[in-house]
């Protein structure tokens, strides 16, 4: 148990910091070729802080742990809207963009819907894999297209910033690579302490999957959605979220299949991926059916913040 536990922390301590690294990096690399915020948000933010999601899931699947690597994704997608977004609000209102609720988060309903009518006989396989990983290009090719639309005309700081990324992009470089071999590392011992302690306390692998580890590996998306509404830069704190769930489920669970088929067991299918998608019509109508629309205030933050913690504590019921 004890050496479970220690793996644990030491794999979260460098999910945490690889990822850190990771964002940092791969943001400033993203900003120094003058890319819009939302975009980063959706594509390199979301792509770094997947990483933790993509490794441990990668390596769980290698290691023939099926449950946890989907309920790593499943539950990381439920906290990264239930807990990250809900502790944002908390902090200061999360503006969204209409543009946002119209384009992007139909994109993320719509690949979560997807993956759970590609799940629904029970495996995901090589082919599986492929159509989701598919559908990310798709996306990405998306998400190109609309970085190159004109954008709101820059001010003097936003220029000073993009103006001292270029000059450090060979540090930053060394920041991303850093950051991935942090994740490497920490994915390999936080699964292998994930197990240990599944297996010591006679609690599954998919309820372990679906709270622990997701929230370990949700840590990097709530760093930076938390430090972006903070700083006022609320395209990248939600450009983040929908961004993350979206490369969970097309990326990792796009290449995942491809290496290892992936079992999903009767209860993914019948509840957790239900509750998956119920937090993603959760948040469209909480956007959209009360004034103030478009905002996530603080009592909206504590209404998706309630709804996650109503989900952790079911786990264990």
Same mark, same amino acid.
């Given at each position: 148990?004890?050496?479970?536990?220690?793996?644990?922390?030491? +794999?979260?301590?460098? &999910?945490?910091?690889?990822?850190?690294?990771? #964002?940092?990096?791969?943001?400033?690399?993203?900003?120094?070729?003058?890319?819009?915020?939302?975009?980063?948000?959706?594509?390199?933010?979301?792509? !770094?802080?997947? $990483?933790?999601? &993509?490794?441990?899931?990668?390596?769980? !699947?290698?290691?023939?742990?099926?449950? $946890?690597?989907?309920?790593? %994704?499943?539950?990381?997608?439920?906290?990264?809207? +239930?807990?990250?977004?809900?502790?944002?609000?908390?902090?200061?209102?999360?503006?969204?963009?209409?543009?946002?609720?119209?384009?992007?988060?139909?994109?993320?309903?719509?690949?979560?819907?997807? &993956?759970?009518?590609?799940?629904?006989?029970?495996?995901?396989?090589?082919?599986?894999?492929?159509? @989701?990983?598919?559908?990310?290009? %798709?996306?990405?090719?998306?998400? @190109? /297209?609309?970085?190159?639309?004109?954008?709101?005309?820059?001010?003097?700081? /936003?220029?000073?910033?993009?103006?001292?990324?270029?000059?450090?992009?060979?540090?930053?470089?060394?920041?991303?690579?850093?950051?991935?071999?942090?994740?490497? @590392?920490?994915?390999?011992?936080?699964?292998?302490?994930?197990?240990?302690?599944?297996?010591? &306390?006679? /609690?599954?692998?998919?309820?372990?999957?679906?709270?622990?580890?997701?929230?370990?590996?949700?840590?990097?998306?709530?760093?930076?959605?938390?430090?972006?509404?903070?700083?006022?830069?609320?395209?990248?704190?939600?450009?983040? /979220?929908?961004?993350?769930?979206?490369?969970?489920?097309?990326?990792?669970?796009?290449?995942?299949?491809?290496?290892?088929?992936?079992?999903?067991?009767?209860?993914?299918?019948?509840?957790?991926?239900?509750? $998956?998608?119920?937090?993603?019509?959760?948040?469209?109508?909480?956007?959209?059916? $009360?004034?103030?629309?478009?905002?996530?205030?603080?009592?909206?933050?504590? #209404?998706?913040?309630?709804?996650?913690? @109503?989900?952790?504590?079911?786990?264990?019921?």
């Amino acid at each position: 148990m004890l050496l479970g536990s220690i793996l644990v922390l030491a +794999g979260l301590l460098l &999910l945490y910091y690889g990822a850190e690294y990771l #964002v940092t990096g791969s943001s400033h690399l993203a900003l120094s070729f003058g890319v819009r915020p939302l975009i980063v948000g959706l594509t390199v933010v979301a792509f !770094a802080t997947s $990483m933790p999601e &993509l490794m441990v899931s990668l390596f769980a !699947a290698y290691r023939g742990s099926s449950s $946890m690597a989907a309920g790593n %994704i499943i539950g990381s997608n439920i906290a990264n809207i +239930g807990l990250i977004l809900g502790v944002a609000a908390l902090i200061t209102p999360v503006l969204v963009a209409r543009s946002t609720l119209v384009r992007e988060v139909p994109i993320m309903v719509a690949a979560s819907l997807g &993956l759970y009518l590609v799940a629904l006989d029970g495996e995901l396989a090589f082919g599986n894999g492929l159509v @989701l990983f598919f559908c990310l290009l %798709i996306f990405l090719v998306y998400c @190109l /297209v609309n970085a190159r639309q004109p954008s709101l005309p820059q001010d003097g700081d /936003v220029e000073k910033a993009i103006s001292e990324a270029s000059g450090q992009r060979g540090r930053n470089v060394v920041l991303v690579l850093i950051g991935m071999a942090g994740l490497s @590392l920490g994915a390999e011992l936080m699964v292998r302490g994930a197990v240990m302690v599944a297996t010591l &306390l006679g /609690v599954s692998e998919l309820v372990i999957g679906l709270s622990i580890v997701a929230l370990g590996t949700s840590l990097p998306e709530l760093a930076a959605s938390v430090m972006s509404a903070w700083k006022g830069e609320m395209d990248i704190s939600v450009g983040n /979220v929908i961004g993350s769930n979206i490369f969970n489920v097309l990326f990792v669970l796009g290449i995942c299949p491809m290496i290892r088929t992936i079992t999903i067991e009767p209860r993914v299918i019948n509840v957790d991926f239900p509750i $998956m998608l119920a937090f993603c019509g959760l948040l469209i109508g909480l956007l959209t059916m $009360m004034p103030p629309r478009l905002v996530l205030d603080r009592k909206r933050g504590v #209404v998706l913040l309630g709804a996650y913690l @109503l989900f952790v504590v079911s786990l264990f019921l």
